[in-house]
């Protein structure tokens, strides 16, 4: 089916006059490659994203691309700003009040998004906040919103709540403490599946003769890899697409006295080492989609990154087929626990 919602946005970003001037198209995890078929004009644009493969993909096609947890007003002011609203409505909000906050007294942000993106309530809520026109045009199924720079009086003293989404806060959850953000998968609560992945490890850990290098692959904000200091002293590294996810990690990491490599990847590319126990627990989800590819991928990489006596432990939803989307790079495959909802694997090449 075709991506009403992504066609619009193609199309504002192709059809902005040359004489617009400086412009920026803000890009999350909804971001497909596919979407630079037709490419999108490359004058006074400027990209900035916190998504590592969206990073690299279109830096290789040649777009000027900042990778950053949308710290949008340290790149200066922008005549014309351009933003899918993502599904994280604290992200989204806080994207939205520090595009208003740059762009040029005659400046516009362009919003785009479905309705099951929240993006008329969205565009109510500014209207609300800022005293500012921002009424949603419908396209078929996708919607735009265009807004100029409010009245500077309201833009320095009102904004969209969106919970101080810059700052890293310390979360307790289930009494395991941790720090996090908005921006983060499951970033107030540890994940039930990573959870069951754990109490796994002494019995997997039980049968490794030297456990001398563990990677997490998608570390998030860092659990799977806080819960192997009983492992004691190894080289430790972990990976994630997402740049907010390991600035959690790394202050996660930091506070726990362990020392972890902490590397903004696509799935660990770019690794060549080969490690004795391999922790993963994929993302089912991405941007607004989902599907086993994901899945299939971190598979891929961690058959990459073992030697002979690794253990692979992945955990995923229970709908997700392991075991046969394993056995094209795994001989041995084994469930270790299946609860609520979750299955957990031991892997062996």
């Known amino acids: 089916m075709k991506d009403q919602t992504q066609s619009l946005l193609i199309n504002i970003l192709s059809e902005t006059p040359e004489s617009c001037g400086r412009r920026l198209w803000i890009v999350d995890e909804n971001f497909r490659s596919d979407m630079l078929i037709e490419p999108v004009p490359k004058t006074n644009l400027e990209i900035v994203s916190n998504r590592y493969d969206t990073w690299l993909t279109l830096k290789d096609h040649g777009y000027s691309v900042i990778l950053n947890d949308y710290a949008l ?36 942000l362009v919003l785009v998004g479905g309705k099951q993106d929240g993006i008329k309530s969205i565009a109510k809520n500014i209207e609300k906040t800022w005293q500012c026109s921002a009424r949603a045009k419908k396209h078929g199924t996708a919607y735009s919103v265009e807004v100029h720079r409010p009245d500077e009086k309201l833009l320095s003293t009102q904004a969209l709540d969106d919970a101080d989404y810059p700052q890293l806060r310390e979360v307790t959850d289930n009494g395991i403490q941790f720090w996090s953000k908005p921006g983060v998968f499951g970033w107030e609560k540890v994940d039930e599946g990573s959870r069951m992945l754990v109490e796994t490890l002494p019995t997997v850990c039980k049968y490794i003769k030297s456990v001398d290098s563990i990677i997490d692959l998608g570390c998030g904000w860092g659990y799977l890899m806080m819960s192997t200091v009983f492992l004691g002293e190894a080289r430790r590294v972990a990976t994630d697409n997402n740049v907010t996810a390991l600035l959690a990690a790394e202050k996660n990491f930091t506070q726990q006295n362990l020392a972890v490599q902490c590397v903004a990847d696509d799935c660990a590319a770019s690794i060549r080492e080969r490690f004795d126990l391999i922790l993963c627990n994929p993302p089912f989800h991405q941007g607004f989609s989902r599907g086993e590819g994901m899945t299939q991928k971190f598979l891929s990489a961690a058959a990459r990154l073992s030697r002979r006596s690794t253990r692979a432990v992945f955990v995923v939803n229970q709908f997700i087929p392991l075991e046969t989307l394993a056995a094209e790079h795994f001989s041995q495959i084994r469930l270790l626990s299946w609860e609520n909802g979750f299955k957990v694997f031991e892997l062996r090449p």
Not at 80 to 107: D, F, P, W
């Open 73 to 108: 007003t340290d790149l200066g002011l922008f005549d014309e700003i351009v933003y899918r609203v993502c599904k994280e409505k604290l992200q989204a909000h806080h994207c939205i009040n520090q595009a208003l906050r740059s762009l040029t007294q005659s400046g516009r």
